[in-house]
DNA sequence: CGCAGATGATTAACATGTTAAGTTTCTGCC
DNA sequence: GGCAGAAACTTAACATGTTAATCATCTGCG
């Protein structure tokens, strides 16, 4: 074990202990870092031995779940900035993972779907993904875990967080 | 709402949509992602102006709330990964924010500790940082809060998550 | 003593997060 | 029709996440 150091005072302005902040156990924000880590933990391995990060696999399961889709509207559905967005398609469409092209009405807008190709990908990837989630669901409560889903979204409402990971609400 | 596109089929693979895939909405790393990422919307624009990143403000914390600590020690506390530690510790101790030496019973450890400068640094941003977590908390319920802080912490320990972000189980 | 293996920390290399700036294409309005 | 401003991406630039490799030091053991 590591017992935890905290030595004696040497250096500087350590007199004045007094930091006027709570503790990183009150931290909402470190709570759910920990949290998403320890789940992720769990996924990372089966998603890597597949080729894929969390990223890829969140654009390949929501390109899966519709015909086609827009690029911002796939931001908004994938949660992702739009540079990161950007070269990550870049990257699954050079994979052939990913069909791209644009859109006859607007060309500025890009329309994308799910190729055959990484239609296989997933259905290699997801049977382990949804015996891990149901691993977790096990050892968490499926009851419990419903309550915390639901708690997090009351959160995000609560906090007025409907928009993508970007769109500062001052414009 | 913006209307969720979802065109009649054109692409590929798109008649077997039978993906064998819960939905994103019920995605606990999703939620957990989104969760986080209202709350700390919140507190980047605070942060950012001072000139310090949401990680760089956890070294901070963490370092206000000791003596002294060694590096191995600090990446568990502030949950960071070795090599993110190394450089954002390289760019504190230029701008002099924190005060760093080595151990002289054991020269391979970096003990670190906050300057006088990092504390008036801290001094300056708490307040703030202070209030918008008790907006937060004020919107959300402060009893509900605390019941989901339990909550994520029963999450990580079911999963078994008390280690440092990295650290794999298969040493 | 001296060397193999463990440990603490950094560096390397690539992917993503984050903000700002740039490009192309549309839209509204004159 | 044409131009200003908006919209949809993309690029750029820098910080961090993530894994692997490297470097220095220490520890155990012969």
């Given at each position: 074990?590591s017992?935890t ?5 040497r250096?500087?302005?350590?007199d004045?202990?007094?930091v ?15 949290a ?12 890597r ?10 654009i ?5 779940a519709v015909?086609?889709i ?7 559905v ?14 699954l ?6 069909l791209?092209e ?6 500025r807008?890009?329309v ?6 990484g ?11 949804e ?6 669901a096990s ?6 875990l ?5 708690m ?8 007025g ?11």
């Amino acid at each position: 074990m590591s017992e935890t150091r905290a030595k004696v005072a040497r250096p500087a302005a350590k007199d004045a202990r007094k930091v006027p902040m709570r503790d990183f156990s009150q931290s909402l924000p470190m709570a759910l870092l920990r949290a998403r880590e320890a789940v992720m933990r769990q996924f990372r391995p089966n998603l890597r031995q597949h080729g894929l990060t969390e990223q890829q696999w969140r654009i390949l399961r929501a390109l899966a779940a519709v015909d086609v889709i827009e690029v911002t509207e796939l931001a908004r559905v994938a949660f992702l900035l739009g540079p990161s967005l950007s070269r990550i398609l870049r990257d699954l469409e050079a994979r052939g993972l990913i069909l791209r092209e644009v859109d006859s009405r607007d060309m500025r807008r890009g329309v994308l779907s799910i190729s055959s190709k990484g239609m296989k990908l997933i259905a290699q990837v997801a049977p382990s993904s949804e015996a891990i989630y149901a691993s977790i669901a096990s050892r968490y409560g499926t009851r419990k875990l419903a309550a915390l889903h639901k708690m997090l979204g009351e959160l995000e409402l609560s906090i007025g967080g409907d928009l993508a990971p970007d769109d500062s609400g001052d414009g």
